[in-house]
């Protein structure tokens, strides 16, 4: 809300509603359910990174890099977030990178986090699979024992690639799935339907993974359709256009599967024209269970909490929509039940 000259007690009285709900998005304690941690990469970390390792940057400044964060597409982001992980090399980088995100969440209240990575990002440029785990799981270990956040590892198969590559990857992560909850979906949505890896997500649910995938992101509610169908997913990344099917939305709605829901990347990656016309209140209201996440904070503009702040700014949600939103987020999560219950009573808590 913006003011010019001296605001009315009605101006007034909003602005002190809008307030307490912005307090309230501060100390409420969240899930974070969608989370690239190569999108939580920073310029400055991406620089210091580029220097420890001896790797040359397209860009002049932290200043240039955050002026190249201007993007038309999903396609046009990948292609600037690909280039930036190319700075992650050795293990330590992998534990910097996740312990500097874990530290927003402390900063945020952010209690629990179900992290996506992406390893063919890395081992496709000759990194190994377990430097990647090794780094991320070391400091997810100490966010828990350090910082009190739980979490969950996701990892992602790259569905620009074939799915003999996402088996490939599967049999790395075969010795690590004590430290891994489930797989998913990312990458160039739009020509890479969910039914291209249908065996390799059979075969991680035969494991006893849990099943993600991004979907109606960019691409149409066929794909979210093939991704309950053919993928049999637990959650659904996005999500956005299963409003555009009626009979999808009411599917979704019965089933009670979750879509992690990101506005600010819906708001950079032109999903949404403005987030005033950003559909989460329209999810809610046809009985969807949204969630919201920061996707790739250091490349959209925020983490977790701005998420919910801009989405009070556009849409002026109300208190009992933010608590029904991290709500969702904790009963969507991967935790076991008795513990979403005690994180659910703690943001009633907090109502
Ligand atoms: N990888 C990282 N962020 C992504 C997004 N928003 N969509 C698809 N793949 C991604
Ligand atoms: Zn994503």
Not at 84 to 104: C, H, K
Request: proline share 4%; glycine share 6%.
């Amino acid at each position: 809300m913006t003011y010019s000259g001296t605001p009315n007690n009605n101006d007034l009285s909003e602005y002190t509603a809008m307030n307490d709900v912005k307090q309230l998005i501060h100390t409420v304690p969240k899930a974070e359910l969608h989370m690239h941690i190569e999108g939580s990469l920073e310029p400055e970390m991406m620089f210091q990174l580029a220097q420890r390792n001896g790797i040359a940057l397209p860009y002049a400044d932290v200043d240039a890099i955050r002026k190249a964060y201007q993007f038309d597409c999903l396609q046009d982001f990948l292609d600037v977030y690909y280039q930036g992980m190319s700075v992650l090399v050795n293990e330590p980088d992998f534990y910097d990178l996740t312990w500097a995100y874990l530290q927003r969440c402390k900063a945020q209240n952010v209690v629990h986090t179900e992290i996506f990575f992406d390893p063919q990002g890395h081992t496709e440029r000759g990194i190994a699979f377990d430097t990647v785990i090794r780094g991320i799981s070391r400091a997810l270990a100490d966010g828990q024992s350090e910082l009190g956040i739980s979490s969950h590892l996701i990892l992602c198969f790259l569905r620009h690639l074939d799915q003999r590559s996402a088996q490939e990857t599967l049999d790395q992560a075969e010795p690590y799935l004590h430290l891994i909850a489930g797989v998913g979906l990312d990458s160039s949505e739009v020509g890479h339907p969910p039914s291209k890896f249908t065996e390799v997500f059979d075969r991680a649910g035969g494991l006893g993974l849990k099943r993600v995938a991004h979907a109606g992101e960019e691409g149409p509610p066929e794909y979210v359709w093939e991704a309950l169908d053919l993928l049999h997913i637990d959650r659904i990344d996005h999500g956005n256009r299963s409003l555009e099917d009626r009979t999808l939305v009411r599917r979704i709605a019965e089933s009670g599967i979750a879509l992690t829901v990101c506005p600010l990347s819906n708001l950079r990656l032109a999903v949404v024209p403005d987030l005033a016309r950003h559909p989460i209140r329209e999810m809610l209201n046809a009985g969807l269970k949204a969630t919201v996440n920061s996707d790739d904070p250091a490349y959209f503009g925020g983490y977790v909490n701005e998420n919910y702040n801009a989405l009070v700014d556009a849409l002026n949600l109300s208190q009992r929509e933010i608590i029904e939103l991290v709500i969702n987020g904790f009963e969507a999560s991967f935790l076991d039940d008795a513990r979403k219950q005690q994180h659910i009573q703690a943001v009633r808590g907090c109502a």
